[in-house]
């Protein structure tokens, strides 16, 4: 600043300190504007400028007099005029409700739009597991993000996806949960939010699996609407059962205020077409002295049926015998190979057994020479296989067995 700019702008300051100090009322903005004005005509563009700056407000006018305490009431009517803020590059359409309109807005819901890592990161509670374990983890759970490496009795993340699940305007977050458990486990589906203070809350349960059916969730999917859908199926793989012979449904739940309730898709599984009803009858064990070798031998024979509506690629039969005896003649050589191999059981693959048919074998067994064996029981049991070898379903356990005596 110039020499002469403090001169006017000092010169400036002693005039309006006179003439405030001179009056009957304080001044309020629009007298001090008023002011201003007038005195913008009369002297230098530098000292007018400093003089607007120093009165854009009562608060610095009352600076400029010393003065303490909040600045009085206007004592113009005219209406103040306050320095305008940097246009927006959208303005507001003709007949917009301004930023100072009096009806209320609706407040922002806080942001429930969690990711994998931020899952992974936090400590969240979940409901309690429908089926499964009793040690699967609820409260406090650090989640895995692995499941193929995941600990036994620890819940991991399976799929991630998002939607307005509660309808406040902001998204969600669901995660579909696997509790690691031997070759799978429950799971479920979860529904994730934020509080208004940014912690993870848990909204509830979507839909989780049941020792009956489903037995699997396999796919995850948030829609706009707020839906989340769920791929379920009937079965899970495993134990000689394929996942493509599950059957999978879609299913879509919505949040009611209080739990998921599931308004698309089936609500249950009709009869898997990979099943069949078999039953298996044996006839005792009877054994008699075989006198080229001193040794014993008999027959076990077993009749087994197809009661299903569908093909049995082969039967695998099973004959809880004790080790000492062996299979003998040439039956067994339609079991497969190595079929008195690994024992006990003993094991034999016969088949295929059309709808509603039949076949009947016998099966011969040898005690070697001077072996003891003392007369029991034992278990001859059946069961269906499909394409690949993998084992069907069968409604009907309780006929696929029987037990036979042996002497």
Known sequence: MSELESVDLAEEFSRYRGTM????????????????????????????????????????????????GPPPEPVDPTPSVTASPTPSSSPSPTGAPSATSASPTRPTAPDGRLSRAQLLAARVDLPAWRSGPPD??????????????????????????????DGDGATETVAMLLCSFGSGGPQQVVAFDR??????????????????KPQWLTALDGRSDGTVRVEVADLHPGGGWPGEWS????????????????????????????????AATAKDLILADDPTDGSRVGAVEVRIRNLGDRRADRVSLTLDLPASLAPDGPAWADCGPDAGKYRPPLTCRLGPIEPNGELTVQLGMRLPPDTELAAGTATV???????GGHYMIDPVMANNEDTIAYR
Not at 140 to 164: C, F, H, M, Q, W
Not at 381 to 387: C, F, K, L, S, Y
């Open 21 to 68: 100090l001179a009056e009957i009322e304080v001044p309020g903005p629009a007298a001090v504007r008023r002011t201003v004005r007038r005195r913008r005509r009369r002297h230098l563009a530098t000292a007018a400028a400093a003089a607007v700056a120093l009165l854009g407000g009562p608060a610095v006018g009352y600076a400029a007099l010393d003065r303490s």
């Open 136 to 165: 699967c983890p609820v409260s406090k759970v650090r989640l895995a993000g692995d499941p193929s490496t995941a600990k036994e009795g620890t819940n991991a993340i399976e799929a991630v996806e998002y939607a307005d699940v």
């Open 195 to 212: 509080d208004e203070a940014g912690r993870i809350v848990t909204i509830g349960r979507v839909v989780a699996t049941s020792r009956d």
């Open 247 to 278: 059957q999978r449904q879609w299913r879509g739940y919505r949040w009611t205020g209080e739990r998921f309730a599931q308004v698309e898709g089936p609500t249950s599984f009709g009869p898997n077409p990979y099943s069949t009803d078999l």
């Open 381 to 387: 049991r059946g069961a269906a296989e499909g394409p």
